[in-house]
């Protein structure tokens, strides 16, 4: 059997896969998150929805055990399990709500209000009085729901941690966290429900390999970088896959 046929890739392909995943794992050891963005703008020019979501899932668990050294100290537990319980309770929400509302409309709603509060936070903007268990729960709710709607879930949680002004380095570690939790509940998900076969395997140990070179050069940027620059980058990034969103989701209609 040809070596290809596992991956049911070209060879041109399987390195423009290994690329994006390079990039997006330098952008999750430095910002702890955002890898799952990357890859599924990367990704979607070659392969079906379908197919990148659980290569995704198991990558996004893989990396957040990669990230485990460098973040474990600065996990906010208590701050996850406040936003994870939320999160449980709004995924239900989102997927009954997909049954009547436009994905795309939804999706383009919530690029644009990241596009607005990223403008707004790099301004200045900042509210404590949000950082409560009531603030923590609401904000997993809307994640959760989010997620189920429009994959977008992770946006919310990285706002809320920016906008309640958290140290870059407890935001890196929590958000880390608590997406190594959602992804193992979405891989598993994924699995019973037969998406998941033996090309999916192949490919993630093709990819995993990858994995631990971005997150240790991501984290090197990371630990060299002042707290103004990480929430810099961190803006930027979220205006930028916004508008990559926005611009995707336009070009459909």
């Not at 990285?158 to 509940?185: E, H, K, M």
């Not at 490919?203 to 990371?222: A, E, M, Q, S």
């Amino acid at each position: 059997m040809d070596f290809l046929s596992y991956f049911q890739l070209s060879l041109i392909e399987i390195y423009y896969v290994i690329f994006i995943v390079f990039i997006a794992s330098i952008i999750r050891g430095f910002n702890g998150f955002g890898f799952s963005a990357i890859c599924i703008s990367g990704f979607s020019f070659i392969l079906p929805a379908i197919e990148i979501v659980p290569i995704i899932l198991a990558l996004e668990v893989v990396i957040s055990i990669f990230m485990v050294p460098y973040i474990w100290n600065k996990i906010d537990w208590r701050f996850v399990f406040k936003i994870l319980l939320g999160i449980i309770i709004g995924s239900p929400i989102g997927l009954y709500l997909l049954k009547y509302l436009n994905p795309q409309t939804t999706h383009l709603s919530v690029c644009l209000l990241v596009i607005f509060f990223s403008i707004l936070l790099m301004k200045g903007f900042s509210n404590q009085k949000i950082n409560n268990n009531y603030g923590k729960f609401f904000t997993g709710i809307i994640s959760g729901a989010l997620n189920g709607l429009t994959t977008l879930g992770g946006m919310p949680v990285a706002l809320f941690l920016l906008i309640t002004s958290i140290q870059p380095a407890v935001i890196r570690g929590s958000l880390a966290a608590l997406f190594f939790l959602t992804d193992i509940y979405a891989f598993v998900l994924s699995f019973f429900s037969g998406i998941v076969d033996m090309t999916t395997i192949y490919r993630v140990i093709l990819l995993i390999i990858i994995l631990p070179l971005g997150v240790f050069i991501g984290d090197k940027f990371f630990v060299k970088s002042k707290e103004e620059t990480y929430r810099k980058v961190v803006f930027y990034f979220l205006i930028i896959i916004s508008i990559i969103g926005v611009l995707r989701i336009i070009s459909n209609f």
